[in-house]
């Protein structure tokens, strides 16, 4: 089946505008996972959904970045005032509940200019 | 607080040698354990996971990991390494009673010669 997608691949974007990153989750998984990838470091944990609700969004850098699943599906992460410490690949990975094993995408790679 | 070490960013083995990649955490509670690949340009792929059953846990593409609750490690292995190996690994922990949010290590990268 489907695995979980993400939109686009890459963006590149000036300093100080607004991106929004999308996953598509696997059908049928309700735990949703962002994360951020810098060059040459692990994962790291971004916002947790389940459903529809943010149930731990303790890894968000600032308020400048929020995460949104209206319908307990698709998702968006949404950067206001882009920085360039912001570049990275934001990956999403969905599960079918939580703490079982987590599927990823592919991966979004943000380069702010 | 709770992480994870792993030994060695880069690791070189001659295809048909054993692989070991060393993964050690840090955690007062049981933690679940996770194997995680990355080829390149491409998302994480699951090699492996401990749950708590089994502490010998067998995993796709012939690896396999060990967790010993004693030395709080979780090393990969594979017997014989093959070119198509080459890749980042990555070893990663979450908690019961957590959201299942993943804390990974920095991951190794494997490099297999001919």
């Known amino acids: 089946g489907a695995g979980v997608s993400q939109t686009p691949s890459n963006k590149v974007t000036e300093k100080g505008k607004y991106v929004e990153l999308r996953c598509d989750p696997i059908s049928g998984h309700t735990a949703l996972y962002w994360y951020r990838q810098s060059l040459g470091q692990g994962p790291e944990f971004l916002i947790y959904f389940q459903g529809t609700g943010a149930a731990d969004d303790s890894g968000l850098p600032n308020d400048r970045f929020f995460a949104v699943r209206p319908e307990g599906s698709v998702s968006t992460l949404k950067i206001q005032r882009t920085e360039r410490g912001d570049s990275a690949v934001y990956l999403c990975?969905?599960?079918?509940?939580?703490?079982?094993?987590?599927?990823f995408g592919p991966g979004t790679r943000l380069t702010v200019t | 607080a709770q992480s994870v070490t792993q030994l060695g960013s880069h690791v070189s083995v001659s295809e048909g040698a054993l692989v070991l990649l060393r993964c050690n955490y840090s955690?007062?509670?049981?933690?679940?354990l996770f194997w995680y690949v990355q080829y390149p340009n491409q998302g994480l792929q699951l090699l492996l996971k401990y749950t708590s059953a089994a502490t010998l846990v067998k995993g796709i593409n012939g690896f396999e990991a060990e967790f010993k609750k004693s030395e709080t490690s979780f090393h990969l292995t594979k017997p014989s390494a093959h070119m198509s190996d080459a890749a980042e690994y990555f070893c990663a922990v979450s908690f019961s009673g957590n959201t299942g949010k993943l804390i990974f290590g920095q991951g190794t990268t494997l490099q297999v010669k001919p």
């Open positions: 990975a969905s599960s079918p509940a939580q703490g079982r094993e987590q599927y």
């Open positions: 955690s007062s509670v049981p933690p679940y």
